[in-house]
């Protein structure tokens, strides 16, 4: 099940919250450098909330797209979802007019296949990012700093964001 809806929910991300029945109470996310960057399924839903509410304000929702290739890794009991989103600035958004920012990123969802008992099987219990890139350039964790916003608005010009603090 967590499959499908992840397919369903990552082309729509700027323009429909996910389904998140598909996520354990105390999922966390954490980047590719082990560290956790929040837990519990409120705060992941807060985070991606507020990155949905922030990015179509600078970004068109009709114009971007946003696809994903997954694979399940039932060895390690893990969903790899590889993402490429192509944002389109809204006209005029502080002269970016025309500057399509190009995140690539790679996704690891662990699944939970313990009894229903224990909290649902099949849940996700963490979400990790393993890579993100902006305009090709590599970032590094953590990535949730307002999801890199000073680099895609041209405001940063290295690969590291500054700050604290969604996306995975």
């Given at each position: 099940k967590a499959m499908d809806v992840l397919r369903k929910d990552y082309p729509y991300f700027l323009k429909r919250a996910p389904d998140y029945s598909i996520y354990h109470d105390s999922v966390s996310l954490s980047a590719s450098d082990g560290k956790i960057q929040l837990s519990k399924l409120s705060s992941y839903k807060n985070?991606?909330?507020?990155?949905r509410t922030m990015l179509p304000l600078i970004y068109d929702a009709d114009r971007?797209?946003?696809?994903?290739?997954?694979?399940?890794?039932a060895t390690k009991t893990q969903i790899r979802v590889s993402f490429n989103a192509?944002?389109?600035?809204?006209?005029?958004?502080m002269g970016m007019q025309g500057k399509t920012v190009h995140v690539d990123g790679i996704s690891?969802?662990?699944?939970?296949?313990?009894?229903?008992?224990?909290?649902g099987e099949g849940k996700i219990v963490e979400h990790r990012i393993e890579k993100m890139l902006?305009?090709?350039?590599?970032?590094?964790?953590?990535y949730f700093n307002a999801f890199g916003m000073e680099m895609m608005a041209g405001q940063q010009q290295g690969g590291t964001l500054a700050g604290a603090g969604a996306w995975s």
């Open positions: 985070a991606f909330g507020m990155m971007s797209v946003i696809q994903s290739r997954m694979v399940y890794d192509m944002l389109v600035p809204k006209a005029g958004y690891v969802y662990s699944v939970d296949l313990s009894p229903t008992t224990n909290g902006v305009n090709g350039a590599a970032l590094q964790p953590p």
